[in-house]
């Protein structure tokens, strides 16, 4: 089945650090993958995803390149904010016959410090 | 703002009892998602439904039990609730047009079993 492993958190860091999330996965097929983001009190909201091998997705100063050969997507960015703290979860999405499947990974809470 | 609204926000029940939960999608969306967010489990996929029909089943318990109506809103129902089900529901909508592509997400609603 598919699978999506995320480094655990909390990742903590000062204000203009440099943030990488490892992300790998397991999956059936071509997945397309995502990074989405929970902010405190709040939903989930898309942050970039990649829907094939060498795509890089980006938005709001982070990235993530799909590595096939590595099965991974892991996220990056080059000078963390205060306001970049939340939950950050990568996800993949499946599709076989018109069945779509998402899964999840556990999640990286981010911390930033100033 | 993603544009899914879910309601209550809150509900506070006791166990035994039964919930229903409701999600409205995006304008144009046809598909809905519902995933559980608890402390221990994560995020978990529960059910997809896509114009008005079900598409997918996740770790959905036999408790609980979903429908999509015909003006595509969503309901979750929950029975014989428990302790463990205390969480926070999401639901998710797509245009699902038949490539991947990503999820939005509401607000969630938070619910606890005392």
């Known amino acids: 089945g598919n699978s999506v492993t995320q480094m655990e958190g909390p990742v903590t860091l000062s204000e203009e650090a440099f943030l990488t999330i490892n992300c790998t996965y397991t999956a059936t097929g071509y997945p397309s993958l995502f990074w989405y983001v929970q902010y405190p009190g709040e939903g989930l909201q898309l942050l970039l995803k990649?829907?094939?091998?060498?795509d890089k997705g980006s938005n709001k100063g982070f990235e993530a390149t799909y590595r096939k050969e590595t099965t991974s997507f892991h996220l990056e960015k080059g000078s963390v904010q205060v306001s970049d703290s939340a939950v950050y979860f990568c996800a993949l999405k499946t599709q076989t016959g018109g069945y779509q499947k998402v899964t999840f990974g556990i999640g990286t809470k981010l911390q930033v410090i100033p | 703002d993603s544009g899914v609204t879910q309601t209550p926000k809150h509900l506070i029940t006791a166990t035994g009892q039964r919930v229903t939960l409701r999600c409205s999608p995006r304008?144009?969306?046809?598909?809905v998602y519902w995933y559980q967010q608890s402390l221990d489990q994560g995020l978990q996929f529960l059910i997809h439904?896509?114009?008005?029909?079900?598409?997918a089943k996740g770790n959905i318990l036999e408790r609980f039990s979903a429908q999509q109506f015909p003006d595509l809103h969503s309901e979750l129902n929950l029975s014989s609730l428990e302790l463990g089900d205390s969480a926070l529901y999401f639901c998710a909508s797509s245009v699902d047009s038949g490539v991947p592509n990503e999820q939005f997400f509401g607000p969630g609603t938070r619910l606890t079993v005392l």
């Open positions: 990649a829907t094939k091998a060498d």
């Open positions: 304008s144009g969306d046809l598909s």
């Open positions: 439904y896509y114009n008005g029909e079900e598409r």
